[in-house]
């Protein structure tokens, strides 16, 4: 007495079928699986990216705004030591 029966089941798809159409449903179902597909495409790349973020850079690559070493200074820096002109005691 709780539960409905196959027969209602049967009853309300049809009812939903002569209220949407069976291009209608087909379409949505489409639709659906197609976000499902795109969303998961997503999640896979942003787990890439964020793998590819946390492994050390290639060989040879160098991430912009870094300097490597001292062969990277072009200036010369200033001496800091004075001369003067008297002789030494």
Known sequence: MGSFSI???LIVLLVVL???GSGKISTLMGDLAT????FKKNM???DDASLAEGAPPAPGTQPPGT???PAAT???HASTTTT???PAA
């Open 84 to 86: 003067t002109s008297r």
């Open 67 to 69: 300097i490597q070493g």
């Open 35 to 38: 976000g499902i597909k795109s």
């Open 74 to 76: 072009t200036t010369p």
């Open 44 to 46: 896979k790349e942003e």
């Open 18 to 20: 002569l209220l949407f």
């Open 7 to 9: 027969w209602h089941w």
